[in-house]
């Protein structure tokens, strides 16, 4: 589904961010992309929605090669999560998450009502938490609001960086499991970025581990761990 030929990226400063990057994830599988600050993990993911382009080699979604697909239609098809700073501060929570619908072309009364739906399903009641302002929820709402809004446009493939970031441990926890039991109804292709290893084990169902611009390790939370 989304495949890497030798990839490498080089900003105008120079810097080689990720240097001749070869995978693939498959359809419906969670790839985690796990390693230390700086490696290029985030490089990588936003090469996918074409955010930024690759220097040398190719990215295909699909069979195609993404450099001649306009990126407005290819983030119709990637949710996109970031940490924290992604809601409109001065939006609902509802119209944060409907926004997206809303901008493809849904009827708002449409969008809100997807956007209600959603909100339950990452664990917020709608009645109560819809007409809140980001600044009104914790963290861990608002990482969920987040994933919300990334699911709104209900998009094949959902690009996550490091989505359960900003919390503390025990919340993490929770948005984790919650997430893989969403997961297992949803099947997208999901790229997630984490600098944390237990959390790369835990959701992968395969794992990308970085060094230095390169993945040195693509195997799944067995191979990671050195099960036989
Ligand atoms: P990670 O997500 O693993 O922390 P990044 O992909 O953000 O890594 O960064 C990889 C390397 O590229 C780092 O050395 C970083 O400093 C550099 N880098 C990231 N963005 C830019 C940029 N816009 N210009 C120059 N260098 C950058
Ligand atoms: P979580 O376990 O999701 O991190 P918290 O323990 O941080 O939740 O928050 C508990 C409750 O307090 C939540 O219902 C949240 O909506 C509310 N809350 C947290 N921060 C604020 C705030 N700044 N303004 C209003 N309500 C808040």
Not at 206 to 214: D, M
């Amino acid at each position: 589904m989304i495949r890497f030929d030798s990839v490498t990226k080089r900003y105008p400063d120079g810097t080689t961010a990720v240097d001749g990057l070869s995978f693939e994830v498959g359809e419906g599988e969670l790839v985690t992309l796990v390693g230390p600050s700086g490696c290029g993990k985030t490089t990588t993911m936003m090469m996918v929605n074409r955010l930024i382009d690759p220097t040398h080699g190719r990215i295909s979604v699909d069979g195609a090669d993404i450099a001649g697909v306009d990126p407005v239609q290819l983030r119709r098809r990637m949710g996109y999560v970031i940490q924290q700073t992604g809601l409109f501060p001065h939006r609902t929570v509802l119209d944060n998450t409907a926004t997206v619908p809303f901008l493809t072309g849904w009827k708002k009364a449409k969008a809100r009502e997807r956007a209600a739906e959603l909100l339950d399903l990452v664990g917020l009641d709608p009645g109560v938490y819809g007409s809140r302002y980001p600044e009104q929820l914790s963290g861990g709402q608002r990482q969920r609001v987040g994933v919300a809004r990334a699911l709104a446009a209900d998009p094949p493939v959902l690009l996550m960086d490091e989505p359960f970031g900003a919390v503390d441990p025990v919340v993490r926890d929770r948005l984790q499991k919650e997430f893989l039991r969403l997961q297992a109804t949803m099947h997208k292709t999901v790229l997630l970025v984490t600098h944390d290893i237990e959390e790369a084990i835990r959701l992968g169902d395969r794992i990308a581990v970085y060094g230095a611009g390169r993945i040195e390790q693509y195997d799944t939370p067995a191979g990671v761990l050195g099960a036989p």
